[in-house]
């Protein structure tokens, strides 16, 4: 598979449109794969949520100050968060002919950031699980779609993907990045 030919825009395909319809693709894929594991991923197996570099996330609330929570509370708030503004008709239009609004670009880097964080962490805490269900085919393949995606339209920073450069490198060379 070549998810380079899966990122790339669609001759004659409206930007905003393709990245809203991947978007959406890469939220059920990650909330499936997620809720997969929530059997492994609780709060007394992951009172905070931690990635790679052993890295703490934490969420931020309404006023902005840096809340650290358990993976599970932060897969909570980070799906709820997501789910409300793919079904926003005024930040993801299904409407034909209804204009993207402004800053759209900016909510689909942080829709990315937060699944990157949670795909993340399911590398970090939760492998060895995710090996013996057998879904490890699953995640590389939809962790370099998404990786190759993101970087595509810069929907991700580098500073943010770092840690698992050495993962996205031997993922991305075998589906021909």
């Given at each position: 598979m070549d998810v380079k030919t899966l990122s790339v825009?669609?001759?004659?395909?409206?930007?905003?449109?393709?990245?809203?319809?991947?978007?959406?693709?890469?939220?059920?894929?990650?909330?499936?794969?997620?809720?997969?594991?929530?059997?492994?991923?609780?709060?007394?197996?992951?009172?905070?949520?931690?990635?790679?570099?052993?890295?703490?996330?934490?969420?931020?609330?309404?006023?902005?100050?840096?809340?650290?929570?358990?993976?599970?509370l932060y897969t909570d708030y980070t799906m709820s968060y997501i789910q409300e503004l793919l079904t926003d008709e005024q930040v993801f239009p299904t409407k034909a002919g209804s204009a993207f609004p402004r800053g759209y670009l900016f909510l689909v880097q942080r829709i990315f950031l937060y699944l990157f964080r949670m795909l993340a962490h399911l590398y970090w805490a939760h492998f060895q699980d995710i090996v013996r269900m057998d879904l490890h085919p699953h995640l590389n393949t939809l962790f370099a779609h998404f990786v190759t995606f993101g970087r595509e339209f810069e929907l991700l920073e580098l500073a943010e993907t770092a840690p698992l450069e050495d993962l996205i490198s031997a993922l991305c060379s075998q589906y021909r990045y």
């Open positions: 825009l669609p001759k004659g395909m409206d930007e905003a449109e393709w990245l809203a319809s991947n978007t959406i693709t890469f939220f059920k894929n990650i909330n499936l794969l997620s809720s997969a594991l929530s059997e492994f991923c609780t709060t007394r197996t992951c009172p905070t949520t931690r990635g790679p570099g052993d890295v703490t996330y934490c969420w931020t609330d309404d006023q902005g100050k840096k809340v650290r929570c358990s993976a599970p």
